[in-house]
């Protein structure tokens, strides 16, 4: 089982980045879902956006909800996460992680998920 995330980097402010998520060893229908988590220093980690696979269906906390854009691509195994008009404060290491089960909505809790990558890091400057 693994999770591989890329796409990081030093964007000044305003930029954009897309981060993916490319997963693989898991067996069929073993994971429902993917999420993606950020963790700064000093921070909790906090879900920014998680994405079923079956039916595409989305969570992304308000916080984020107009900057961030997750989406997927199941043919590729990969999940990917549009960040625009990025700011300082998005500065952060950015982890992948897949879970299962089906809930109403993707659920943004990281208990509820059972496999992390190692994560990508994201350097906005002023």
């Known amino acids: 089982v693994q999770l591989v995330e890329s796409g990081g980097g030093l964007v000044q402010a305003g930029g954009s980045l897309r981060l993916s998520c490319a997963f693989s060893?898991?067996?069929?229908?073993?994971?429902?879902?993917i999420a993606w988590f950020r963790q700064a220093p000093g921070k909790e980690r906090e879900a920014v956006s998680a994405?079923?696979?079956?039916?595409?269906?989305?969570n992304t906390p308000r916080s984020v909800e107009n900057r961030f854009t997750i989406s997927k691509d199941n043919a590729k195994n990969t999940v990917y996460l549009q960040m625009n008009n990025l700011k300082p404060e998005d500065t952060a290491k950015y982890l992948c992680?897949?879970?299962?089960?089906?809930?109403?909505?993707?659920?943004?809790?990281?208990?509820?998920?059972?496999?992390w990558g190692q994560g990508t890091q994201v350097t906005v400057s002023s």
């Open positions: 994405i079923y696979f079956g039916d595409g269906s989305t």
């Open positions: 992680a897949a879970g299962r089960g089906i809930w109403e909505m993707p659920p943004l809790e990281d208990w509820e998920y059972d496999w």
């Open positions: 060893g898991f067996r069929i229908k073993e994971i429902s879902l």
